[in-house]
């Protein structure tokens, strides 16, 4: 159980990616997070022109995209995007505009689509903001560091995002030594994956590796099991029994949840570590153990020692060397590595053709992912983090066998909660400057705040202005109102304008052929959400 934020006191730990002397250079960046050809997933884009005071250009046939310390790479060369360019551009006071031209590639921010200019600050690009390009291309703008080293062993671990790079780093570096190892992170970010990474990379990986949950143990078993137990030692014991400690000999030894380990337990595993050797429970002879001891916890070490449930000397002894796990929501840009990572491991213990992670014959077929979902993947918060993304990849393939594309069932999406990252702005000018007096600096300056009302205050002219500006999005109306997002439908509700879940099923017909199927006619007709019009068109059997 985690007691609160995690502490960093500790001899050696990864810190969070920042801009300022010493650290990484940071220049804005996009990541290729879903793609019909799905192998090209994760290589991204420097815009270190951005930086300068000069405008970036992306079509379908230039520029190049590259995996993280590669040289070769290629354009997005998707034949439903447009060979016009969407314009990068350094805005006022360090922010990052978006520009889109009347008939070029449509691109969507928060299910809205993007007409003229979108703005970008701070608090959006160190999130990272999904764009959805012609409903085919998902792609993360974001920061990056300017500076990555050439290919490298995944020791088992998907993704490039600087934090886990740094963590195949700190594996590399301690992995050949005898010292114990804490690693530290929220539940769900892969602490068994880098134990075991760790041990494999060492010395001792012809040897075993034994992993214990100390919170899977009951309280008064935890001796013995760690230690043994001699015959007789307390009722039950009815023969000898080897603890883990032996069974790990010349080996690892995984203890995960240490922080969950009884008090006294903690001062009988100091003593092993300090003198190599272990006690049996009923015996007073010790033996020796040659064991390499890895630990790991989600909980706060140092508020336990101050409340007195963890020894602190027993915490120095764990933390020779200590490796920090970022959580997902620090490492965005590999969530669609992830994905489809996870996604194929499924279909094959399905035994389910994996032709769907192929890219398809026809340009416009919909991605077995849409576009619209991964997006909302990598929005999502993830209090889960890795662990929650691998459960929910595994009920997505699940649910939509023998459909042609993945389905988010309304179960799911309210595991995926609210979206967290936010979404930038549109720009009241759309016009692309030619060129920028303010460069866009290493770490760029803070948003201009919407500032937060109350959601009696929207007048009907107010809210129907801010929907239209907006193109009928709700979400976005909402940011642009500086209300609450669920606060808008009750608003819509009040002033009786329709969303698309409204409009009956004859209405939707009538309008998709009078409109030939144009679906962007639709929603200026209607007057709704154009993604949730293009879910009830799905759902009528309507082919658009």
Same mark, same amino acid.
């Given at each position: 159980?985690?007691?609160?934020?995690?502490?960093?006191?500790?001899?050696?730990?990864?810190?969070?990616?920042?801009?300022?002397?010493?650290?990484?250079?940071?220049?804005?960046?996009?990541?290729?997070?879903?793609?019909?050809?799905? +192998?090209?997933?994760?290589?991204?884009?420097?815009?270190?022109?951005?930086?300068?005071?000069?405008?970036?250009?992306?079509?379908?046939?230039?520029?190049?995209?590259?995996?993280?310390?590669?040289?070769?790479?290629?354009?997005?060369?998707?034949?439903?995007?447009?060979?016009?360019?969407?314009?990068?551009?350094?805005?006022?006071?360090?922010?990052?505009?978006?520009?889109?031209?009347?008939?070029?590639?449509?691109?969507?921010?928060?299910?809205?689509?993007?007409?003229?200019?979108?703005?970008?600050?701070?608090?959006?690009?160190?999130?990272?903001?999904?764009?959805?390009?012609? =409903?085919?291309?998902?792609?993360?703008?974001?920061?990056?560091?300017?500076?990555?080293?050439?290919?490298?062993?995944?020791?088992?671990?998907?993704?490039?995002?600087?934090?886990?790079?740094?963590?195949?780093? +700190?594996?590399?570096? %301690?992995?050949?030594?005898?010292?114990? %190892?804490?690693?530290?992170?929220?539940?769900?970010?892969?602490?068994?994956?880098?134990?075991?990474?760790?041990?494999?990379?060492?010395?001792?990986?012809?040897?075993?590796?034994?992993?214990?949950?100390?919170?899977?143990?009951?309280?008064?078993?935890?001796?013995?099991?760690?230690?043994?137990?001699?015959?007789?030692?307390?009722?039950?014991?009815?023969?000898?029994?080897?603890?883990?400690?032996?069974?790990?000999?010349?080996?690892?030894?995984?203890?995960?949840?240490?922080?969950?380990?009884?008090?006294?337990?903690?001062?009988?595993?100091?003593?092993?570590?300090?003198?190599?050797?272990?006690?049996?429970?009923?015996? =007073?002879?010790?033996?020796?153990?040659?064991?390499?001891?890895?630990?790991?916890?989600?909980?706060?070490?140092?508020?336990?020692?101050?409340?007195?449930?963890?020894?602190?000397?027993?915490?120095?002894?764990?933390?020779?060397?200590?490796?920090?796990?970022?959580?997902?929501?620090?490492?965005?840009?590999?969530?669609?590595?992830?994905?489809? +990572?996870?996604?194929?491991? %499924?279909?094959?213990?399905?035994?389910?053709?994996?032709?769907?992670?192929?890219?398809?014959?026809?340009?416009?077929?919909?991605?077995?992912?849409?576009?619209?979902?991964?997006?909302?993947?990598?929005?999502?918060?993830?209090?889960?983090?890795?662990?929650?993304?691998?459960?929910?990849?595994?009920?997505?393939?699940?649910?939509?066998?023998?459909?042609?594309?993945?389905?988010?069932?309304?179960?799911?999406?309210?595991?995926?909660?609210?979206?967290?990252?936010?979404?930038?702005?549109?720009?009241?000018?759309?016009?692309?400057?030619?060129?920028?007096?303010?460069?866009?600096?290493?770490?760029?300056?803070?948003?201009?705040?919407?500032?937060?009302?109350?959601?009696?205050?929207?007048?009907?002219?107010?809210?129907?202005?801010?929907?239209?500006?907006?193109?009928?999005?709700?979400?976005?109306?909402?940011?642009?109102?500086?209300?609450?997002?669920?606060?808008?439908?009750?608003?819509?509700?009040?002033?009786?304008?329709?969303?698309?879940? =409204?409009?009956?099923?004859?209405?939707?017909? =009538?309008?998709? +052929?009078?409109?030939?199927?144009?679906?962007?006619?639709?929603?200026?007709?209607?007057? %709704?959400?154009?993604?949730?019009?293009?879910?009830?068109?799905?759902?009528?059997?309507?082919?658009?």
């Amino acid at each position: 159980m985690r007691d609160g934020p995690l502490e960093d006191q500790s001899t050696f730990s990864i810190p969070k990616v920042r801009s300022g002397e010493g650290a990484p250079r940071l220049v804005p960046a996009l990541t290729l997070i879903s793609h019909p050809a799905t +192998h090209r997933v994760g290589e991204r884009l420097l815009m270190e022109e951005l930086l300068g005071g000069a405008k970036v250009e992306l079509s379908r046939m230039a520029p190049e995209f590259l995996r993280a310390g590669e040289t070769q790479g290629g354009p997005l060369a998707n034949g439903c995007l447009s060979r016009k360019p969407i314009v990068f551009a350094p805005g006022e006071g360090g922010r990052i505009q978006l520009f889109v031209e009347e008939g070029g590639t449509r691109v969507v921010v928060g299910g809205a689509p993007v007409v003229g200019g979108w703005e970008f600050g701070r608090e959006e690009l160190s999130a990272g903001i999904p764009l959805e390009l012609a =409903d085919r291309v998902v792609l993360l703008l974001h920061m990056a560091e300017s500076e990555a080293n050439g290919p490298q062993d995944s020791l088992g671990m998907v993704g490039q995002s600087p934090g886990i790079r740094r963590v195949r780093e +700190h594996i590399r570096q %301690v992995a050949g030594l005898q010292e114990s %190892v804490l690693i530290r992170g929220e539940t769900g970010t892969g602490k068994e994956l880098v134990a075991q990474a760790i041990h494999d990379n060492s010395p001792r990986r012809q040897a075993r590796f034994v992993d214990v949950n100390m919170a899977a143990i009951p309280r008064e078993l935890a001796e013995a099991e760690l230690f043994g137990v001699r015959r007789g030692a307390f009722s039950g014991a009815v023969r000898e029994r080897d603890g883990r400690f032996r069974v790990a000999q010349g080996g690892t030894l995984f203890l995960d949840e240490v922080g969950e380990m009884p008090p006294e337990v903690q001062v009988k595993l100091l003593r092993v570590l300090e003198q190599k050797e272990v006690y049996p429970v009923g015996s =007073d002879l010790p033996v020796p153990t040659d064991v390499r001891l890895v630990a790991a916890t989600d909980a706060n070490l140092e508020a336990q020692s101050r409340e007195g449930r963890f020894k602190e000397p027993l915490k120095y002894r764990l933390a020779k060397y200590e490796i920090r796990l970022p959580p997902l929501r620090e490492r965005r840009e590999d969530i669609g590595l992830l994905f489809f +990572h996870f996604a194929r491991q %499924v279909l094959v213990e399905l035994g389910d053709d994996t032709r769907c992670l192929e890219e398809p014959r026809d340009p416009r077929a919909e991605p077995w992912l849409p576009s619209s979902l991964a997006a909302r993947l990598v929005r999502a918060p993830w209090p889960g983090n890795i662990r929650q993304l691998h459960n929910l990849t595994r009920q997505l393939v699940i649910a939509s066998r023998g459909k042609p594309h993945l389905r988010l069932e309304p179960t799911l999406e309210q595991e995926l909660g609210p979206p967290a990252t936010p979404l930038g702005r549109p720009l009241r000018s759309m016009q692309v400057p030619d060129s920028q007096a303010t460069p866009v600096p290493g770490s760029p300056a803070e948003p201009r705040a919407v500032p937060r009302r109350r959601p009696a205050d929207i007048s009907e002219q107010e809210l129907f202005a801010a929907l239209e500006a907006c193109f009928w999005e709700p979400r976005a109306a909402a940011e642009r109102l500086g209300i609450a997002r669920p606060s808008i439908y009750d608003q819509m509700a009040r002033w009786k304008i329709r969303t698309a879940g =409204d409009l009956p099923s004859q209405e939707i017909i =009538d309008c998709f +052929h009078a409109c030939q199927g144009d679906l962007d006619a639709m929603v200026a007709r209607l007057k %709704v959400s154009r993604q949730a019009l293009q879910r009830r068109v799905r759902e009528l059997g309507l082919n658009n």
